[in-house]
């Protein structure tokens, strides 16, 4: 029969009443015998409210208590085993020491000697024999200095620290779980490993900050788990991780143990674009839903298709809408509760990786939308995270964005700045991504935005610009730029908000670039007119070089003008279906070559049809009509001429980039303009926004000689009349409009030229 090891060892027989009686005077004492075992010292006595706390998982300390503790002669080890018959801990050394119920299922028994690594061993009546690492018996593994830069609110890779963690410690593999819960009494992790059940993965506070932090020995990647937050008000809530990198595929909401085991293959564009300026460099990004490009496709066989279709199309960059995980796929992204987990409705992370990494070697950038603006009301992500208002502002006024339905984070807490900074960093850092656009700036910056007269509160000063997050964007963009050299941060920002691409130093909110929300509205104002009608609109097509170098621009024609209601791009243009593809030619050629970078939503360089919906794809099929792939072949052809050229975005920032040849030509429906380089080469800009041709039309030019037409919307080729210059003008000396030389040019209908000296 085998021994319980549980029950307490008798003591040595010399203690009991001898066989032979001897006068007790004459007895040898025990303790001259060389061998005898330390004597166990009595334990320390534990309240029961306190083994309570500790069985019950909602003890806020459980590694004081629990695992190995020094005491007279040697150590108390301490586990919670319930329904266990036997408990026993197998030092490093091989020592078995058996260990004695003490109540609830809380075991414990004394270790002499040295303090030593052990496992638990747990034999049960009706189940197998368990054999397994004792998490409390492991030091942090979240370090003082971490602890410390959180406190601070300056803790620059803080993806490195918090969430879970797949590695060794203390030379044991497994995974370290942390999160910040300030408000938390308690806090457990709970998952596939310990059947949703989080009483036996109970979590220590370390400090007061509310960092809650447990290693769990043996764990491996692809668990699933969630926080149980123990509330203020005695509820027990259970949250995703914020800090996860890996999550379920939605709508499961839990988060899972990662692992990176990727290998980048893209030094040489990170080395390339650490040495780029891509605020004065070629930049024109197509922007794509991954969902309804081309449905079906995951981030590793998106690969293979995007990138041979950017190579075709030549787009400098492709922008993502936003990748991180959220809830519900009809908000595309914008309502994100895993800040720092890519979506797994298109795989792993590492896929992700892949994905970017293949475009960087295809010499693509990457581009995505990041969300800091708001986030979802859910109540297993960050609303209310432990128990009440943490990552939100407290004050509905200033954490609730009504139109959306959503909160907003408090940017006055330091360690919620964190949260943000860290996660951009990470994006750019993690994932290699070239630039970040930041969704709805202008809802960050005014305290009254979209809010009536008495639901907002004033800042410190009584006014309505919000302080706090005006410092979190300006900080953001300075770590950015400061930690990733030759990436871009772009700004949608619709309001008229000064220095929005000025330096951070400058009282600047430092980003990269701003979306021109003006010439993006007056210029579609001004197209939706007939033709017959557009000399009456003129300014709103010449109106936006007012104050073009105001800022650092990009020209966004996005998918928020393709959606609810809004019709296609094409759909937007009068006429019969000739002139709505002439004059979505003429558009682009005039946005390509106007001042500021170029950003357009896929489905608009081949003429989609109708309005984009993430529920289905592209009308891919609409190719199989040559005008429409007449127009995708002339953006092919723009986005090569383009790259070409430094006159068309080397000096996109620089007011001496550019010049009026005639602003006023109202009466032909026609605009035209000069782009230079840093070198003085000019390409001269001609549109004509009338439905017919004009010539000859004199034009004055900065130079006699040959101008070729690099680009005609109106070729045959891309569906037009085929009416043009027979791909050149000869200019003379004659002065023209206060120019030195002119030419007379014919000026094809609903069309745009690009005309390059020859030299």
Known sequence: MVKD?????????????????????????AATKATAPVAPPALPTLHPDHVAALVEGRHPQPHATLGQHAVENGFVIRVIRPLADSVTAIRADGDRVPLSHLADGLWQGFSAGVGQAYTVETTYSNGPDWVADDPYRFVSSVGELDLYLWGQGRHEQLWQVFGSHFRPHEGVI???????APHAKAARVLGDFNGWYGQRHAMRRLDDNGVWELFVPGLTPGTSYKFELLTADGRWVQRADPMARYTEIPPATASKVGQTLYEWGDADWMRRRAERDPHNSPMSVYELHVGSWRPGLDYRSLADELIAYLQETAFTHVEFMPLAEHPFGGSWGYQVTGYYAPTSRFGHPDDLRYLIDRLHQADIGVIMDWVPAHFPKDEWALANFDGQPLYEHSDPRRGEQ???GTLVFNFGDSQVRNFLVANASYWLEDFHIDGLRVD?????????????ADDWLPNVNGGRENLEAISFLQEVNATAYKRNPGIVMIAEESTAWPGVTKPTGGSGLGFGLKWNMGWMHDSLSYMEQDPMYRSYHHNEITFSMVYAFTESFLLPISHDEVVHGKGSLLHKMPGDQWQKLANLRAYLAFMWSH???????MGSEFGQPSEWSEERGLDWWILDQPVHRGLLTMVSQMNRVYRDQPSLWSRDNDPGGFEWIDAGDAEHNAVSFLRWDNHGNPIAVLMNFGGNPVGPYRV???????WDEILNTDASEYGGSGVGNFGAVEATDTPWAGRPASAEVTLPPLAGLWLKLRR
């Open 440 to 452: 709805a700036v202008a809802s960050m910056l005014y305290l009254d935005y979209s809010r009536e």
């Open 174 to 180: 497994g995974t370290s779980f942390s999160v910040w």
């Open 700 to 706: 004055g030019l900065p130079f006699a000689g040959t």
């Open 595 to 601: 001042p500021g970078k170029q950003l357009l939503f």
């Open 402 to 404: 009504r139109d959306w």
């Open 5 to 29: 090891p549980s029950i307490p060892p008798k003591k040595p027989a010399a203690a009991k009443a001898p066989v032979t009686k001897k006068p007790p005077a004459t007895k040898k004492p």
